[in-house]
């Protein structure tokens, strides 16, 4: 196990920097996930990481060395990629041994190995088998396997779950997480996927155009978004965003509704208001805003409203035995400590 380091990482292909100066200690243990949309630069800092990609300035450390000019091989790092990247032709015995090729073992040392990787993995039964005799997770596990037996200080993952059906990415995701527990090794885990980034890490990078926009504890970048880029893309549905207009202790909606936020504001500033669909509910007596429900979307336990008004069209949550329908008038409310206030411009979180 080992400290993980990034010190103004930049990556460019000739004149175009993808990459813009990327700070970053990930500490010993830590599992840290990169999030973010398609090319945001999350994929290309873990190759970095590994030493696929070169660096174009900068400095990564693991541990007490810098390893910018190290091959992968010497950096004491494994990666399991997107694609399972297993052999067909061996078995899962032969297939995660190989991840010891060139370890400085015994026979006997190598073999316990195997045997102690395969129970945690729990993949014991499994070890004479051949890739094709074998789920779409249990191949996973076995490219999983492969890097964990190196017992390297740094795993890198790399979209291991996006070929999976969403079944096999619930449990694998639990799987991925009770390893972390046991074996305890410094986890660096790239996703485009916000659950999998809330569930997994310890704290989350959210990346957008090669610049960081946040980096915090799954409950960090949820409640106290930096901006409104990471308050919209973290949470399903996103975020609500109204206008409004401050005036001290009160503000005022562009749909005519005034408010007191619990905080002062600028008297006459424009800002954004931003509200959770989870934090929404049926208020008749301080509403922020008012409509019709143009779409309903049950999901069992709870049930998703579209609601179109002066405002615009907004999402809440309700229970789902609500008995709110399609056509009904809904005056929807929040506490004051549930409201975000973001500046219109740079889009970043007024305190």
Sequence with gaps: MAKLSLKKLTKSYGKVEVLHGI???VDDGEFVVFVGPSGCGKSTSLRMIAGLEEITSGEIWIGDRKVNDLEPKDRDIAMVFQNYAIYPHMSVRKNIAFGLWNAPLSKAEKAARIEEVARILDMSELLERKPSQLSGGQRQRVAIGRAMVRNPAVFLFDEPLSNLDAQLRTQMRLEIKKLHQQVGNTIIFVT??????????????IMKDGHIQQV??????????????????????????LKVTGA??????????????????QTGRPLLLGVRPDDLSVDDQNPIVTGKVVVREPLGSETLIYVSGPQGEIVAKVPGKSGVKVGDEVKLGAT??????FDTETGDALV
């Design 23 to 25: 700070d970053l200690d």
């Design 216 to 241: 915090g504890t799954p409950e960090d970048v949820f409640h106290a978004p930096a901006n409104t880029f990471v308050a919209q893309f973290i949470g399903a549905p996103s975020m609500n965003m």
């Design 336 to 341: 004051p400590e549930a409201l975000h206030f």
């Design 248 to 265: 001290g202790d009160e503000i005022s909606l562009s749909s005519g509704v005034k408010m007191q936020p619990g905080r002062q504001t």
């Design 192 to 205: 485009h996927d916000q659950v999998e980034a809330m569930t997994l890490a310890d704290r989350i990078v």
